[in-house]
């Protein structure tokens, strides 16, 4: 009993980290671009992830580098495309906001189960993907469904649906690929992406933070949602099903919405609406009769 209670507080601790990732990234993002967040994000996560992985897994290093092309194609995806796309959204868009959308995840990565994977989610998760769909529905058009019509989306929802869709082609390569140590999996990829960055850095440029919020808010993200997140998470399923962690998952959006509240971000009704329905359809899908493979990956 107490070890479970010790797995729980470490999925709740976890999920707190990686939704600091979106208020911290937004902080960010105010004095440094999305390629300059990434690219120092993941180079000073190496050395940390490189003492945690060889501590906890004690991993064959030749074996894993031995996949290095799927992980070259993973870190592409997960490191890079997708936190460069998050960091790009929470630019012009609101954590929380952007929390919301991402929220819908685990149901995009569900329906690409079925079509790729020809996993079925049963008829608890088929309607558990249509409700939270539906709630970001509501997050994106403000409650107002006729301006799907009318208008488009803003720039910060599209970039977010982007870094969803590209998410899911990660989760989903991931479950085709090789089964790999997960921290030393991570640990990997970031090198591979702060080496390929720090190539392009003198063509790309490279923003250095301006301000002590700043630097805290690059800090944070690379010590806790980078490195601490994972290590708590890979614990807690050495004692506890995946299937059972997965669903606190959905405490991200409720934690970025605490971290927001915070930091003095507005958050509007439409958006609160949209998360509750989110987090409901989020969890019916969950708790489906294939929960255990419907699980996504996380990085964040």
Not at 73 to 80: D, I, N
Not at 121 to 128: A, L, V
Not at 190 to 195: P, R
Not at 261 to 267: C, F, H, L, S, V
Request: aromatic share 12%; with cysteine.
């Amino acid at each position: 009993m107490k070890q479970r209670s010790q797995a729980f507080i470490a999925l709740v601790a976890a999920a707190a980290f990686w939704a600091g990732n979106y208020v911290f990234g937004h902080l960010a993002v105010e004095s440094m671009t999305p390629f300059s967040i990434v690219f120092l994000r993941w180079t000073l996560a190496v050395i940390p992830l490189a003492v945690i992985a060889q501590f906890l897994e004690h991993p064959d290093w030749r074996k894993v580098l031995s996949h290095w092309p799927f992980l070259l194609m993973q870190a592409v995806l997960g490191m890079f495309a997708y936190n460069f796309l998050l960091y790009a959204a929470l630019h012009v868009s609101t954590a929380f906001e952007a929390s919301l959308i991402n929220a819908a995840n685990p149901a995009l990565i569900a329906i690409a189960a079925m079509v790729f994977l020809h996993e079925r989610p049963g008829w608890r998760g088929g309607i558990g993907i249509a409700v939270a769909l539906f709630g970001v529905l509501i997050v994106l058009t403000h409650g107002n469904f006729s301006t799907l019509f009318s208008s488009a989306f803003g720039p910060g929802a599209l970039l977010m649906i982007g870094a969803i869709l590209v998410w899911t082609a990660y989760s989903i390569a991931g479950r085709m690929g090789p089964q790999l140590p997960p921290v030393t999996s991570v640990c990997v990829q970031s090198v591979m992406v702060s080496v390929a960055l720090g190539l392009a850095a003198p063509v790309v440029g490279v923003t250095l933070p301006s301000s002590g919020t700043a630097f805290a808010s690059l800090l944070f993200i690379a010590v806790f949602p980078s490195c601490l997140s994972y290590v708590l998470w890979n614990m807690a399923l050495t004692r506890i099903p995946s299937g059972k962690a997965g669903v606190f998952l959905n405490l991200i959006t409720l934690f970025t919405a605490i971290w927001a509240i915070t930091t003095g971000e507005a958050i509007t009704a439409s958006q609160i609406i949209g998360g509750i329905v989110v987090i409901a359809g989020v969890v019916l899908t969950a708790f489906s009769k294939q929960q255990g493979d419907l699980q996504p990956q996380t990085l964040h």
